[in-house]
Each structure stands twice: as structure tokens, then as C-alpha cells.
């Protein structure tokens, strides 16, 4: 990203006070306890097994470990993902602030 994209990102999220997220097409993760985890900004499912889900973010992959693991409910852009969650891992992503 160059110089000048940085700043008018940067300058956008402070005038319109957008989030972050929004603005940089981040995954946003909520986690409720170690049972529920709801993740926005997938571009898809990599993998899935009862102990494991790779899903594709813009940039990189979010790796989920746990037991029983289970996808409740799955969106074009939202996933949400139940059983007990051990390990969330973020693999390939860059920093963009």
C-alpha cells in the first residue's frame, strides 16, 4: 500500500469515524466464552473438520482449533462457528495501521 493510500485511509477513518475493519477489509472476530465465535470479512472456507476450520480472509487465513467444532450459521461475508474453541490463529496476515 503506498504512502498517500495509507494516509487517505487514515484520514477517512478519522473524519467519517469508520472503523477499522470497514475501511481496511479486516476480519472482525467476537468471542463469547470459549463456545461461540462469530468472524465477518471471510471470503470463504478453506477447511473443516470437528477439531479444526481454516477460513480465507482478504489477506491471510484464520485457523480455528477446538473440539466438536461445528459452523452454525454461514453468510457470504459472516460465519459463525460453535463447540469448544481452543486456539484462533491469524496465518499470512499483514499489519495495516
Known sequence: MTRISRKLRRWTSEVLDLPQ???YD???L???GSKQL???????VIHFTPNRIVLALTQGQ???KGVD???????????AVEGT????HMNGA????
Open 26 to 28: 479486516m476480519p472482525r
Open 85 to 88: 474453541i481452543l486456539d484462533i
Open 69 to 79: 467444532l461445528m459452523i452454525r450459521n454461514i453468510l457470504p461475508d459472516e460465519v
Open 62 to 64: 484464520l485457523e480455528i
Open 30 to 32: 467476537t468471542l463469547i
Open 21 to 23: 475493519d470497514v475501511l
Open 38 to 44: 462469530y468472524i465477518e470479512n471471510h471470503r470463504g
Open 94 to 97: 499483514e499489519g495495516n495501521g
